[in-house]
């Protein structure tokens, strides 16, 4: 099989990414599983170039990145469908993971965002974030977040990507999206936020933001009256905090810690479990910042289950603990109790049991 064809294959049976490996066959992600396509040969050595050179398409600048930085990362067309590229080495052969981009994205409502997400892009100005480890639907409730504004708002929005996953067409917005890296519409994220500063736009969506430069760009941009929503790889909203404080010096941090009291608005962080019923669920914990919160953020050590019991004991101003979302979708018997428990610390089990008694006695009474 050639590249069109495993391609074909793939969105033949509905898989999220394919992985070419040397020495493998190909092999598609279906709803979490990892299945080989039987009818392929193993993957050779003149395979993976062959398809290194095909993806490339002899682009100088991708060609230069890869063997400058020994990985790239691209989007790739194939059948009008689009597919989020990662070129790496091993043993110095290429190996290939492709991640097919549906073209319609999913509602707002069907992906279990929660509601108060939403409501929060109404906000003049901010700091919005979409967490989560690799994998954890972080890109498509980004840009359900992006078409619900462009739909609903009269709103400039630009985002930075690496690589543009969703294209967008303006609706009620104008909407102008930039790919970032060498060779293409912005060197680097902070380059392209700090230019944004001059662009007039209303809300700026930063598709990741991995490193101090980005962070302290993010920031200048929401204090100076925009709304910016990123994204980070963290596990919990938490650590997100956590994250961001430490990307500075120990002497800086009182300083950031004020800012981003200030600032920043809401953190969801998000994880995906596969459901009883084989398809996934999204597993959501919401922080809404409210006064609580920022005192916390600005006191001289960060204190994670402080956090954490603030998201619980704020859950009427649109806050959702991880434990009250694993307890709903265990009681909605979409997930199994078992599942729900890998999701916490040993000494959570207990809250969760009696959470889940809560929700069963407030369902029995209607």
Do not use: W
Not at 67 to 73: A, G, P, V, Y
Not at 82 to 92: A, F, G, K, M
Not at 338 to 348: F, L, S, T
């Amino acid at each position: 099989m050639n590249l069109t064809e495993i391609l074909d294959k793939a969105m033949e049976v509905d898989a999220s990414d394919v992985h070419l490996i040397c020495g493998n066959k190909p092999m598609l992600r279906i709803a979490r599983d990892l299945v080989p396509i039987k009818e392929c040969e193993i993957l050779t050595e003149d395979d993976m170039f062959e398809f290194y050179d095909t993806l490339v398409q002899g682009n100088v600048d991708k060609d230069e990145v890869f063997n400058k930085e020994r990985r790239l990362d691209m989007s790739y067309v194939h059948r009008n469908i689009r597919l989020r590229v990662n070129i790496s080495l091993s043993d110095d052969i290429p190996l290939c993971t492709l991640r097919l981009i549906k073209n319609e994205l999913p509602s707002y409502e069907s992906l279990g965002v929660p509601d108060i997400v939403r409501r929060m892009t109404y906000q003049p100005q901010g700091l919005i974030l979409v967490t989560g480890k690799t994998n954890s639907g972080k890109s498509t409730t980004l840009n359900a977040l992006i078409n619900y504004i462009n739909e609903n708002q009269n709103k400039k929005i630009l985002t930075l990507e690496n690589p543009v996953e969703y294209k967008h067409h303006s609706k009620k917005s104008l909407i102008v999206q930039k790919e970032v890296g060498k060779g293409r519409d912005s060197l680097t994220f902070s380059d392209g936020v700090k230019n944004s500063l001059r662009e007039d736009c209303d809300i700026l969506v930063i598709g990741e933001i991995r490193d101090k430069t980005t962070m302290e760009a993010a920031i200048e941009m929401a204090e100076s009256g925009h709304l910016v929503i990123g994204t980070l790889h963290t596990k919990s909203c938490a650590e997100t905090i956590d994250r961001m404080i430490n990307f500075y010096e120990v002497r800086d941090q009182a300083s950031v810690k004020y800012l981003l009291s200030a600032l920043l608005k809401l953190v969801v962080s998000q994880r995906l479990l596969k459901g009883r019923d084989g398809k996934l669920v999204l597993v959501p914990e919401v922080m809404v910042v409210d006064n609580i919160v920022a005192g916390i953020i600005r006191k001289e050590k960060l204190s994670v289950s402080e956090i954490e019991d603030a998201i619980q004991s704020n859950l009427e101003k649109g806050s959702i603990g991880l434990i009250n979302s694993l307890a709903k979708l265990f009681v909605e018997d979409k997930i199994t109790l078992d599942q729900a428990k890998a999701q916490i610390e040993e000494k959570n089990i207990e809250t969760l049991n009696r959470t889940i008694m809560q929700l069963k006695i407030k369902k029995d009474r209607g």
